[in-house]
């Protein structure tokens, strides 16, 4: 007997999560006025890979490529926290310790080199360093750092799970 939460499901739901904290993440931007940072724009680009990889699972009916899909999710979501962290720290520097502030990103994907873009925007820039929206005490990167969490654990215990069938323990 499978069980009605399955594998397959969660990754439809993680894949539904993750493509909804990006139109949060839009309406933000576009609606709220708040201009994402570097770090914002890749932790946006972590979710879109979950969104993708689970979407993909979802999809499709294989027990090897759901596991597959898992341990992807597991990656991009580690990545996702690490940059989360990175921002959170960023966020609780004295203001005399940020670094530096730069340029927009599109005049930067103009002028400079893809090595010095990819730098600045993984290290973060001053703009990073700056809360502008909070919820229960907690900024943005602070809640990103609570999804990747979860879709990491629970993806590394669909990758982990012993039976072969397509629901979870």
């Given at each position: ?24 993440a839009f309406y933000m931007e576009y609606e ?138």
């Amino acid at each position: 007997m499978t069980s009605f939460i399955t594998a397959r499901r969660f990754h439809g739901l993680i894949a539904f999560i993750a493509f909804a904290l990006l139109g949060v993440a839009f309406y933000m931007e576009y609606e709220m006025g708040l201009e994402p940072c570097p770090l914002c724009m890749l932790q946006r680009i972590m979710f879109f890979g979950v969104g993708v990889i689970s979407l993909i699972s979802a999809l499709l009916d294989s027990v090897k490529i759901r596991r597959v899909c898992a341990w992807l999710v597991v990656v991009f979501s580690i990545l996702g926290a690490a940059l989360a962290i990175r921002h959170l720290y960023l966020q609780h520097l004295p203001e005399d310790q940020l670094p530096a502030c730069l340029p927009g990103l599109s005049y930067m994907f103009e002028v400079f080199p893809w090595q010095e873009i990819m730098q600045a925007m993984i290290m973060g820039t001053g703009e990073c360093g700056d809360v502008v929206w909070t919820f229960m005490g907690l900024s943005i990167p602070g809640w990103t750092l609570v999804a990747f969490v979860a879709m990491a654990i629970i993806n590394g215990m669909i990758a982990l799970t012993e039976n072969k069938a397509t629901s979870l323990p």
